[in-house]
């Protein structure tokens, strides 16, 4: 029969090579932005963070691009390595979510890093 | 800085029993925590937000009687499975907000798998 559930999107990228992770927000209200690393059998481990007062935003190896427009984030992480496998899940707080910190988590995706 | 552990991290119980999890922040103090469910590959569902001093806020389709939720002080909350099935069984994962942080980053703890068999 026909298999029903979801799965994560896979980008599958190689040792060295610069990845590009995206999301789609739904809520154009939302006014912070972050994308969270989760290995195997762990909690969520923040990467970066971003407002909505801003377009780019650097870090150590990682920049997040936020396009208001079309409701769009990215994360680049630029000279992947294997220790970066793991699932990459955009969040967002909607407006007026901001004093309490509630989160809305995207449907991430799987990165692997071949050697 | 800025640590939050859960106990347990596995635990597994028979169909009908009741299971606590706890959820601590251990190196600061947090009025907010937040409760997360989370299915094999699928993403984190917020279940419900833990108040110090106050009754939690639920998210729709979260059955309040069923995961109780306790946030006695600022460095610890409890979410308790109660009468837990087969179809409760899940990773549950807490976070916490830093009350001296100036953003809204949350802190999250390492998860608890719960298997009900």
């Known amino acids: 029969g026909e298999s029903v559930g979801l799965h994560l999107p896979t980008l599958s990228v190689q040792e060295g090579d610069n990845s590009i992770i995206n999301c789609a927000y739904s809520n154009s209200a939302s006014d912070y932005f972050i994308w969270y690393k989760q290995e195997s059998g762990k909690g969520p481990q923040f990467i970066i963070d971003i407002r909505s007062n801003m377009d780019k935003r650097q870090g150590q190896r990682v920049t997040v691009l936020l396009n208001k427009t079309v409701k769009h984030l990215s994360l680049q992480i630029a000279a992947t390595q294997p220790g970066d496998s793991a699932v990459y899940f955009c969040?967002?707080?909607?407006?007026?979510?901001?004093?309490?910190?509630?989160?809305?988590f995207g449907q991430g995706t799987t990165l692997q890093v071949k050697p | 800085g800025a640590v939050v552990s859960q106990h347990p991290s596995r635990v597994i119980c028979k169909s009908g029993t009741s299971v606590k999890i706890e959820c601590r922040s251990l190196?600061?103090?947090?009025?907010?925590m937040f409760w997360y469910r989370q299915f094999p590959k699928q993403s984190l569902m917020l279940m419900a937000t833990s108040n110090e001093g106050s009754k939690a806020t639920y998210e729709q389709g979260v059955e309040k009687d069923k995961f109780l939720i306790n946030h006695a002080s600022l460095t610890l909350s409890t979410l308790t499975v109660t009468s837990a099935h087969p179809e409760d069984s899940s990773f549950y994962i807490c976070?916490?907000?830093?009350?001296?942080?100036?953003?809204?980053?949350?802190?999250f703890g390492p998860g608890t798998r719960l298997t009900v068999l």
């Open positions: 969040a967002e707080t909607p407006r007026g979510s901001s004093n309490t910190g509630k989160l809305i």
């Open positions: 190196d600061f103090q947090a009025t907010t």
């Open positions: 976070s916490a907000l830093s009350m001296s942080s100036r953003t809204d980053t949350q802190y």
